[in-house]
C-alpha cells in the first residue's frame, strides 16, 4: 500500500488543523493506520492508531482530547483531527499502515509499521 499524508502548514496556537492520509494499492480496510510525528530535534513518537474497522482508537496521552483519528474506508483515506493546537505540536506528521493484530501494544511500536507515507509538516506559532 503507498500512503500520502497531507493537510500540514502553519496555524496559531489554538487553532485547528485536518490532516488526511490516503492510500492506494491493496485493499485499504485490511491495515491498521496510525500517526507519528517528529518534532525537531526529538525522536519520532506515537501519536495516534485506529483499527481496521475504525472502532477502536488510542492516543498518547499529550494529545487526548485534542486529537481525533478517524477513517474512511470507502474513500481509502484516514484522518487526523488536531484542535487546539499547541506550539510544542510542531512537527513533521507521519502516517503508516501495518497488518496484524490491532492493539495498543503494536500500535505504538514504529517498527510495527511496514507502510510509510512521506510526511507533512505542522507548525504552531505560539
Known amino acids: 500500500v503507498q500512503l500520502q499524508a497531507s493537510g500540514g502548514g502553519l496555524v496559531q496556537a489554538g487553532g485547528s488543523l485536518r490532516l488526511s492520509c490516503a492510500a492506494s494499492?491493496?485493499?485499504?480496510?485490511?491495515?491498521?493506520l496510525g500517526w507519528f510525528r517528529r518534532a525537531p530535534g526529538k525522536e519520532r513518537e506515537f501519536v495516534a492508531a485506529?483499527?481496521?474497522?475504525?472502532?477502536?482508537?488510542y492516543y498518547t496521552d499529550s494529545v487526548k482530547g485534542r486529537f481525533t483519528i478517524s477513517r474512511d474506508n470507502a474513500k481509502n483515506t484516514a484522518y487526523l483531527q488536531m484542535s487546539s493546537l499547541k506550539p510544542e505540536d510542531t512537527a513533521v506528521y507521519y502516517c503508516a499502515a501495518y497488518e496484524g493484530e490491532s492493539s495498543r501494544y503494536y500500535f505504538v511500536q514504529p517498527y510495527t509499521y511496514d507502510y510509510w507515507g512521506q510526511g507533512t509538516l505542522v507548525t504552531v506559532s505560539s
Open positions: 494499492g491493496r485493499t485499504f480496510s485490511s491495515y491498521n
Open positions: 485506529i483499527n481496521l474497522s475504525g472502532d477502536s482508537t
